[in-house]
């Protein structure tokens, strides 16, 4: 017996919550535990211009994926009458974005200076 629609959909969105919400917890317990009594580290103060920047192009990126993802999803749901297809490209954008992330790899941190 196949579960409806509404049903599977609210369990998906909350197995991706939960996961979301374990990653941003691992992310920011990384962050606070390579930064020594919460200091600033150097490089964030010499690069704001970098910084500032990035989080730009991280803004922008996210806000057309927030553009673009709901009408694939759409189209995809209008061709097949399922959201299965649109939720297995959901699927496959985080699976690319997760091997992006990998490829593009961790630089190693500038050490603070003691005070």
């Known amino acids: ?9 609210v ?8 996961a979301a919400l374990v ?3 691992l992310v920011t317990y ?7 009594d919460g200091a600033i580290s150097a490089e964030l103060r010499t690069r704001a211009d970098a910084a ?4 730009g192009l ?5 806000n057309l994926g927030g553009f673009v993802g709901p009408m694939v999803i759409g189209y995809l749901a209008n061709r097949t009458h ?13 699976f690319v974005s997760g091997v992006l ?3 593009v790899g961790r630089q190693s941190p500038v050490e603070s200076i003691a005070l």
């Open 1 to 9: 017996m196949r579960l409806p629609i509404r049903v599977r959909l």
């Open 11 to 18: 369990a998906a969105f909350a197995v991706t919550l939960a």
């Open 23 to 25: 990653l941003i917890g």
């Open 30 to 36: 990384e962050q606070f535990r390579s930064q020594r």
């Open 52 to 55: 500032a920047a990035s989080i």
């Open 58 to 62: 991280i803004n922008a990126v996210g």
């Open 82 to 94: 399922s959201f299965s297809p649109g939720l297995l490209y959901l699927v496959a954008s985080l």
């Open 101 to 103: 992330m990998l490829a």
